[in-house]
């Protein structure tokens, strides 16, 4: 749903509301799958894509702050 540009303009506590809520969201969809409720199987799979882009955009601005102190430590 949302692109990796827009997650990356989140602030960190965002980003992290944000992957909590569709891995509940991945939950739900995984119970109505089992119980075959769930109407569109696909939308398991994007559900799986955003929270994966989710935190590969935390992952990166992790990255990004560990280096940026560790640069400041050189200095």
Do not use: W, Y
Not at 35 to 46: E, H, M, N, Q
């Amino acid at each position: 749903m949302a692109s990796a540009q827009e997650l990356r303009e989140l602030k960190p506590d965002e980003l992290e509301g944000r992957a909590k809520e569709l891995k509940r969201q991945i939950f739900e969809l995984k119970a109505k799958h089992n119980t075959g409720v769930l109407d569109s199987t696909a939308d398991l799979g994007k559900a799986r894509r955003d929270a994966a882009r989710c935190f590969t955009v935390k992952r990166e601005k992790e990255i990004a702050l560990s280096r940026a102190a560790a640069g400041k430590g050189k200095e």
